[in-house]
């Protein structure tokens, strides 16, 4: 779990979030909400599936919200764009 994939034209790629969790524990569904919202985001940015600082960045975000009780990938996604003063790509 923490673990899900984005396909694009029949390629699919693994895009955790779990290695940014460093131990933490969260409810299974809190941790696929996450790994939506990050692979949102990331997708938004244009990140690639690596572990680079601009993707620990926004998956510390994600953690740090989901930590306050946010949950719903959707609101996790814009609002991780919005604290970093980005915008939500709409493509």
């Known amino acids: ?3 899900f994939f984005a396909c694009h034209l029949g390629d699919c790629e693994t ?3 779990t290695p940014f969790l460093q ?3 969260f ?3 809190v941790t696929r909400a996450m ?3 990050f692979d949102s985001a ?4 244009r990140l690639s599936a690596t572990a680079d600082l601009a993707t620990e960045v926004v998956a510390r975000k994600i953690i740090e919200l989901a930590q306050k009780g946010l949950i ?3 609101q996790l996604c814009r609002d991780v764009l919005k604290a970093l003063n980005l915008p939500h790509d709409a493509a």
């Open 27 to 29: 409810q299974p569904e």
């Open 72 to 74: 719903d990938p959707e």
């Open 15 to 17: 895009v955790p979030i």
């Open 35 to 37: 790994g939506i919202a």
């Open 23 to 25: 131990g933490q524990a």
């Open 42 to 45: 990331c997708r938004s940015l």
């Open 1 to 3: 779990m923490g673990a």
